[in-house]
T-cell receptor, first 124, second 116 residues
Framework: GAVVSQHPSWVICKSGTSVKIECRSL??????MFWYRQFPKQSLMLMAT?????????EQGVEKDKFLINHASLTLSTLTVTSAHPEDSSFYIC????????????????????FGPGTRLTVL | AQKITQTQPGMFVQEKEAVTLDCTYD???????LFWYKQPSSGEMIFLIY??????QNATEGRYSLNFQKARKSANLVISASQLGDSAMYFC?????????????FGSGTRLLVRP
């Protein structure tokens, strides 16, 4: 249980184009999903918190108009990198927080985050 | 100030030996959670172990144990009987309790290499 998928797993695009990355919780509902960015050999940096049915909360320094986040359902959040530039090339990881109270996965706490496999974006 | 500090950028360990990865944290919350994740070269984040701030006993999960010293604000990961497959990046993370957004704050990571 608690599987999170991301699509695509990797994408190469031209500068100036927009790229959409999907994050899905496959076997649980996630009222909250998180989007992280990771540069090579660096740690994960939280970009934004995505709540189902409401606007995303962006971390300081993250351009909300450049990184559009939509959380339209309890199992899907999307990150769109608009007008991508080479400096946007990075590894993007999403995570989903288990929402159902009392739901335990192998004895773990219900409010834990489960991570997707990541999407590697390369902007030429 | 850094909320999560991992002072070891890289570590080597001989196969079958134990290794300790250091993590210190900074918070004024009474309720918080500490996590360790493994990130192999594929990039996926693999949950290893969790310690709640009110847990009196150190968490254990198979070969992984967390040496939780609350007064010193440290949450070191101990991997026993290292295996070649343990070679990866390891991240310590904290979830603070007051902020109900459940955000995780990650340390800079430690790259572990297991020697045969």
């Amino acid at each position: 249980g608690a599987v999170v998928s991301q699509h695509p797993s990797w994408v190469i695009c031209k500068s100036g184009t927009s790229v959409k990355i999907e994050c899905r919780s496959l076997d649980f509902q996630a009222t909250t999903m998180f989007w992280y960015r990771q540069f090579p050999k660096q740690s994960l940096m939280l970009m934004a918190t995505s709540n189902e049915g409401s606007k995303a909360t962006y971390e300081q320094g993250v351009e909300k108009d450049k990184f559009l986040i939509n959380h339209a359902s309890l199992t899907l959040s999307t990150l769109t990198v608009t007008s991508a530039h080479p400096e946007d090339s990075s590894f993007y990881i999403c995570s989903a927080r288990v929402a159902e109270p009392g739901l335990a996965f192998q004895g773990r706490y219900y409010n834990e985050q489960f991570f997707g496999p990541g999407t590697r974006l390369t902007v030429l | 100030a850094q909320k999560i500090t991992q002072t070891q950028p890289g570590m080597f360990v001989q196969e079958k030996e134990a290794v300790t990865l250091d993590c210190t944290y900074d918070t004024s919350d009474q309720s918080y959670g500490l996590f360790w994740y493994k990130q192999p070269s594929s990039g996926e984040m693999i949950f290893l172990i969790y310690q709640g701030s009110y847990d009196e006993q150190n968490a254990t999960e198979g070969r992984y144990s967390l040496n939780f010293q609350k007064a010193r604000k440290s949450a070191n990961l101990v991997i026993s009987a290292s295996q070649l497959g343990d070679s990866a990046m390891y991240f310590c993370a904290m979830r603070e309790g007051v902020d109900s957004s459940y955000k995780l704050i990650f340390g800079s990571g430690t790259r572990l290499l297991v020697r045969p």
